[in-house]
């Protein structure tokens, strides 16, 4: 809504996010060649899904129409759910050590406990007749099933050690309670806490690098990728939003929109308006001002990522990121190019171009509402919208919000809110829309369009004149009959 401030959209925002989970994280990082235009661009496309290791079982919700819409587009579901990458935020990482310190944690589903079962039940009937040293193989063992079973059989049997075979094999020997406990302070025992951890968190690990790396992030339209990047794999989202705006800054001091930034090179140069990044990046492409400036950078996808060259894979996260990064580069080009009256020169470098992107750092856009863009180092900038108008309902008992807006959608769209029971506000971001209105409702039999005047149409203001009017009259009438000459007999 129009109407919601930014904290307002991210308490919102804020709730959809909780409830969904990352499927797919699309990474694309790029080098400049040596003495060439050409920046090479690797593509990388993670299929991740939550850890599931012990207690921590992540329950999230699934939306039939974002189904749709991956199907549509060849989305591996197998990936996704049978070879996702694990991942874990401080919170759930925390609660997960803990268990690991203390001996405490329990499978966490009905086939994990089966498998669990099914391998004690091995073990024991194999190390009755075996000889010390001798060792037999657990198989087809999946994601933290290798450490589970270890773990569960290295408290159960004081003469078995175990170790980890590929992936998805454990080996396991029968030993001496002597060599059991040299085993257990080895450095190279793959069942220690921190090597455990650091298989949980997976993912995480590479979003730590990249938050200690304080390279520019780039994305389009990028709040929810922000919220789910803070909740997913550093901390739960807080309920403030200046918290959030505080932790996404110092970890990412510098954010670059290329939402926010192709918003002003439409105002500076004729491009058809596209918001779908895929169209935005082929507009750019075709640019005449790009297409015949030989100074415009190239940007290749690296040999290794040759199948989105080939594919044009849309909306898979690793060419999405290529697209990205594309639009970075061209649309900071043009935006060089118009900085300067002078030729640009031959060979323009990035810090170059983030010298003409500076007044755009840190700010992401903001879609339908009270700014345009959130700024993250710093206060927000309201920016300047059109008057609100007041819409009075008469002749039309029991109108709701939606009525009013279904009436004013044929001839422009408006936001809604109901500002008493005959009295609705109307709020739209263009002001040839608010003109339009009040010129065709002008003579309207039922309903009358105004400008809203706060001090005229306020419920508040209004119920403070009349109580005042009120007092004001007792008042009045009290020194009236407190001044009367009193009757005497």
């Given at each position: 809504s129009l109407f919601d401030t930014p904290a307002e959209r991210y308490l919102k925002v804020?709730?959809?996010?909780?409830?969904?989970?990352?499927?797919?994280?699309?990474?694309?990082?790029?080098?400049?060649e040596d003495d060439l235009l050409r920046y090479e661009v690797h593509a990388y496309n993670f299929f991740l899904f939550p850890s599931t290791f012990g207690a921590a079982d992540v329950e999230f919700t699934l939306s039939a129409s974002s189904i749709q819409f991956l199907s549509h587009y060849g989305f591996d579901y197998n990936k996704f759910l049978r070879d996702g990458i694990p991942y874990m935020n401080k919170v759930q990482e925390e609660i997960l050590s803990q268990h690991l310190l203390a001996g405490s944690w329990k499978a966490s589903s009905a086939v994990d406990r089966d498998v669990l079962k099914k391998a004690i039940d091995e073990v024991t009937h194999w190390i009755a007749a075996a000889e010390e040293e001798e060792t037999m193989i657990l198989q087809d063992l999946c994601g933290y099933q290798v450490f589970e079973v270890q773990l569960v059989l290295r408290r159960a049997l004081p003469n078995v050690w175990t170790g980890?075979?590929?992936?998805?094999?454990?080996?396991?020997?029968k030993v001496s309670p002597q060599n059991r406990r040299l085993l257990e302070n080895s450095p190279y025992d793959c069942c220690q806490k921190e090597a455990i951890l650091l298989s949980a968190r997976g993912f995480t690990n590479l979003f730590q690098t990249i938050v200690e790396?304080?390279?520019?992030?780039?994305?389009?339209?990028?709040?929810?990728?922000?919220?789910?990047l803070h909740d997913k794999f550093y901390k739960p989202l807080p309920e403030s939003y200046e918290?959030?705006?505080?932790?996404?800054?110092?970890?990412?001091?510098?954010?670059?929109?290329?939402?926010?930034?192709?918003?002003?090179i439409w105002k500076k140069h004729p491009f058809p308006r596209v918001s779908d990044l895929m169209e935005l990046y082929t507009v750019l492409c075709n640019s005449s001002l790009n297409s015949k400036d030989p100074t415009c950078p190239v940007i290749a996808l690296a040999s290794d990522c040759s199948r989105y060259a080939e594919k044009k894979s849309p909306h898979e996260a690793g060419y999405d990121a290529f697209l990205c990064g594309s639009v970075l580069l061209m649309s900071a080009h043009l935006l060089l190019c118009s900085s300067t009256d002078d030729a640009v020169e031959a060979d323009p470098s990035f810090s170059q171009y983030l010298t003409v992107l500076a007044e755009y750092l840190n700010k992401v856009n903001f879609i339908r509402g009270g700014v345009s863009a959130i700024n993250f180092s710093g206060e927000d900038v309201h920016c300047q919208r059109p008057p609100l108008l007041v819409v009075h309902v008469r002749g039309w008992p029991d109108v709701n919000e939606r009525q009013i807006y279904q009436e004013f959608k044929a001839l422009c769209r408006f936001d809604v809110r109901r500002l008493s029971k005959n009295q609705f506000i109307l709020l739209s971001n263009k002001f040839k829309h608010v003109r339009l209105v009040l010129q065709d409702y002008k003579h309207h039999p039922h309903l009358q369009v105004s400008v809203y005047r706060h001090w005229k149409h306020s419920p508040g203001v209004n119920c403070l004149l009349q109580v005042s009017g009120i007092v004001a009259l007792w008042s009045l009438l009290a020194f009236v009959l407190g001044r009367a000459p009193c009757c005497s007999l």
């Open positions: 804020r709730q959809s996010v909780q409830r969904f989970t990352v499927a797919q994280l699309g990474k694309c990082c790029s080098g400049r980890l075979l590929g992936d998805k094999k454990v080996m396991v020997k790396a304080k390279k520019p992030l780039v994305g389009h339209n990028m709040l929810m990728d922000l919220m789910h918290e959030f705006k505080r932790n996404v800054h110092n970890l990412f001091p510098v954010l670059i929109d290329t939402k926010t930034v192709t918003k002003s």
